[in-house]
């Protein structure tokens, strides 16, 4: 499966951001996806994940109550919603893809994965 991240930017504090994940390619439906970021200097971390049918959800404590991830099965597509955007959601958001029904936190899992959509939060 071949994945496309887009919709960063710039962003007030406080404020919210949606971020993509098309996939192309067979067998999306397969896999569970998940979202992870990279900040300079850092290492990548998870920040959110969905299991194949849409169910399993799983956030980073830091992002949860902020940040929502859902799938669009028949448009091939990941979502996450940013809302209460802080300047240490800073960051390249990369979305990931693993052939397996259940999400997952650990990045090691995921085989293959998009470019990078950048994220910046002013204060």
């Known amino acids: 499966v071949q994945l496309q991240a887009s919709g960063g930017g710039l962003v007030q504090a406080g404020g919210s951001l949606r971020v993509s994940c098309r996939a192309s390619g067979r067998a999306f439906s397969n896999n569970a996806i998940g979202w992870f970021r990279q900040a300079p200097g850092k290492e990548r971390e998870f920040v959110a994940s969905?299991?194949?049918?849409?169910?399993?959800?799983l956030y980073e404590d830091s992002v949860k109550g902020r940040f929502t991830i859902s799938r669009d099965r028949i448009e091939g597509t990941v979502y996450l919603q940013m809302n209460s955007l802080r300047p240490e959601d800073t960051a390249v958001y990369y979305c990931?893809?693993?052939?397996?029904?259940?999400?997952?936190?650990?990045?090691?899992?995921?085989?293959?994965w998009g470019q990078g959509t950048l994220v910046t939060v002013s204060s």
């Open positions: 990931a893809a693993v052939r397996r029904s259940y999400s997952g936190k650990d990045v090691n899992d995921y085989t293959s």
């Open positions: 969905i299991g194949w049918n849409g169910g399993g959800t």
